[in-house]
């Protein structure tokens, strides 16, 4: 069995987070990942107002145990979805995409714990310094909004800028992976990628199928021009935009390629115009199974690895 100060922290039995998803994570698939003994995160990106508070309820009536929500801070609802997290006492806010000290007054006033996602010791260093619980460092390896800094070099670096525990994210997928993060000093991970081909995961069918069906090499990272670094699955869509991105294309007509493209993927299935995100380890991802099975399989495999790795020392 693995405990780490996490499960102590957030209240859950095994210490993985389903990386909240914009358009993907909802309470039902936050809360089969909650009920499994993870923290299912809820993505209030999805869902403005009414919405948010709809999907929290949804998960609360599914499970007693822990949940979180997500806010992409560059989201124009996010000031309304931070309310809405104060106001329905969600146990757990993780935000990506910026920083949120703005927010975090409000949110350690109704007593929930922040754990904001960083792509720099830098920034980890200001949310400790503001009150963050923990740190969620990702790498570049991740699929969706992405930093510079890959995952090996990253978690080692915020594991020494601050005293608060570290959550490893960014191409992590199985439980070989958990191992590492906690070699590298994390308490834990988060993983997105492996969770979109959850059971209770309901994008579309093309979506999961492209995920099942990807190698090492399926991703592609678009976007810098405009300072919306993305990875995502290697698609029409994102194969043009790559070879559109440093042509003469002016930064309107670019901007305009990108709008609607992530709700196209995993809300219409739309096979060309979508931008599927997800991260490089999405080869590793071979099966659709629940919630439930995916944790097992990750615990299972965390303590054969380390229990192996153990057989080394003399
Ligand atoms: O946020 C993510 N991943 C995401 S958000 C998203 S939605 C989206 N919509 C349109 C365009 C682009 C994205 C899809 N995937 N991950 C967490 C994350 N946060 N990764 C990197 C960062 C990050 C980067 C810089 C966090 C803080 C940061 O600091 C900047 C600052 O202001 O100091």
Redo the contacts with the bound molecule.
């Keep these: 069995m693995i405990r780490t100060p996490l499960c102590e922290l957030a209240g859950i039995r095994v210490p993985i987070f389903q990386?909240g998803?914009?358009h993907v994570s909802d309470g039902k698939l936050a809360a089969a990942v909650s009920e499994a003994g993870g923290l299912g995160i809820i993505s209030a990106?999805n869902f403005g107002g009414t919405k948010l508070r709809e999907q929290i309820r949804e998960a609360r009536s599914l499970t007693a145990n822990p949940i979180g929500v997500?806010i992409?801070?560059?989201?124009p609802t996010a000031a309304d979805s931070a309310a809405i997290c104060a106001e329905e006492k969600v146990e757990i806010v993780t935000?990506?995409?910026?920083?949120p000290a703005a927010f975090m007054p409000l949110w350690l006033e109704a007593g929930i714990k922040i754990i904001?996602?960083?792509?720099?010791a830098?920034?980890a260093r200001?949310m400790e310094r503001a009150g963050a619980s923990a740190v969620?460092a990702?790498g570049g390896e991740?699929?969706?909004?992405?930093?510079e800094a890959a995952t090996m070099p990253l978690v080692p670096q915020v594991v020494d800028a601050v005293k608060i525990p570290v959550i490893a994210a960014g191409g992590i997928a199985d439980g070989r992976g958990l191992a590492a993060a906690l070699m590298l000093g994390a308490v834990g991970i988060q993983m997105g990628t492996r969770f979109l081909t959850a059971k209770e995961c309901g994008v579309p069918a093309h979506y999961k199928e492209l995920i099942l069906k990807a190698t090492d090499t399926s991703t592609i990272v678009t976007?810098r021009r405009l300072g919306?670094t993305?990875r995502s699955l290697k698609t029409p869509y994102s194969r043009h935009y790559a070879q559109v991105e440093y042509t003469d294309i002016s930064d309107e007509e670019l901007e305009a390629l990108?709008v609607g493209s992530?709700r196209r993927a995993a809300i219409d299935g739309d096979e060309k115009g979508g931008c599927y995100?997800a991260g490089q380890i999405a080869g590793l991802v071979k099966a659709e199974q629940t919630a439930a099975e995916i944790i097992e399989d990750v615990m299972r495999g965390a303590e054969a690895a380390l229990s192996s790795a153990a057989g080394y020392l003399r």
């Design positions: 990386g998803m914009a990106m997500n992409m801070l560059q989201a935000t990506g995409a910026g920083n904001p996602v960083v792509a720099s830098a920034l200001m969620i990702e991740s699929g969706g909004h992405i930093g976007g919306h993305v990108g992530l995100l």
